[in-house]
């Protein structure tokens, strides 16, 4: 079994930065891309940004500049780092990695952590 646990979400101030994190642990034989969504009420899911396992990044528009998604290989670890950060980008942040295992790959999916920008 594989778990992606997260943390790092609150509440901030707009202009405000805050560092999300998610470990993956289990039986892992090795992760290919790690991910970061995110789900405001009312909206679809989305994705904010991507990395895979040789760093290659890609952001959707709006957090261009302002958010920078990197990981940690050897501890199975994806961060997003989110600076100036706006209330449009309040919504849940889900973590997402395509995890190989002995027995195949899979997509998993942490638990989310709320993110919160106030005006």
């Known amino acids: 079994q594989v778990q992606l646990v997260e943390s790092g979400g609150g509440v901030v101030q707009a202009g405000g930065s805050l560092r999300l994190s998610c470990a993956a642990s289990g039986r892992i034989f090795s992760i290919n891309t790690m991910a970061w969504y995110r789900q405001a009420p009312g909206k679809q899911r989305e994705l904010v940004a991507a990395?895979?396992?040789?760093?290659?990044?890609n952001y959707t528009n709006s957090v261009k500049g302002r958010f920078t998604i990197s990981r940690d290989n050897a501890k199975n670890t994806v961060y997003l780092l989110m600076s100036t950060l706006k209330p449009e980008d309040t919504a849940v942040y889900y973590c997402?990695?395509?995890?190989?295992?002995?027995?195949?790959?899979?997509?998993?999916w942490g638990q989310g952590t709320q993110v919160t920008v106030s005006s």
């Open positions: 990395i895979t396992s040789d760093g290659t990044t």
């Open positions: 997402n990695a395509e995890v190989v295992r002995w027995v195949g790959a899979g997509d998993y």
